[in-house]
């Protein structure tokens, strides 16, 4: 959810959708981490910036901070929702099950896009997605219980 703020849509996409690895320069390079420092220097690195901070005017930091953390939180209301739910039906899905097994077995996968043998999904279940992707602010995950999916309420 914040890979796309923070890099860009397009490399937040090909990078989950792709699952390919980002060494520490790149993460650098794409604004998802600040620094890039050898094991040794981490501890030194953040002590210097800590002591940046703090001898720095705090509240102008903390109002920076503020509005920067209220930016993240208004996306992610308006993002969340959509996210957790597409993930929750893909645990159900069999090339969720397929990954696991290979994993385990130390194979290669075989991907179908299929849910559990079928493509139906529950409509009672994709009425409660969208009608929580529509209110984001209103929707919160009540359970989830893998393989079995997500079940989302409204709150009143």
Do not use: C
Not at 74 to 101: H, Y
Not at 130 to 149: C, F, I, Q, W, Y
């Amino acid at each position: 959810m914040i890979w796309p703020l923070l890099m860009g849509v397009n490399r937040a996409k090909y990078h989950l959708m792709t699952g390919e690895r980002i060494t520490g320069e790149d993460a650098e390079r794409y604004g998802l981490v600040n620094f890039v420092v050898e094991d040794e220097a981490v501890l030194d690195k953040g002590l210097e910036i800590a002591d940046r901070l703090a001898s720095g005017p705090g509240l102008a930091i903390t109002a920076s901070k503020v509005g920067v953390n209220q930016y993240i939180k208004t996306v992610a209301n308006l993002v969340l929702p959509v996210s957790l739910a597409e993930e929750f039906l893909n645990f159900r899905s069999d090339d969720a099950a397929e990954a696991i097994k290979a994993f385990q077995e130390k194979q290669q996968p075989e991907f179908h896009g299929r849910w559990m043998g079928t493509s139906i999904i529950s409509a009672d279940f994709r009425t409660s997605v969208n009608r929580a992707t529509r209110h984001p602010s209103s929707a919160v995950v009540a359970g989830l219980n893998p393989p079995r999916g997500a079940m989302w309420q409204e709150q009143h």
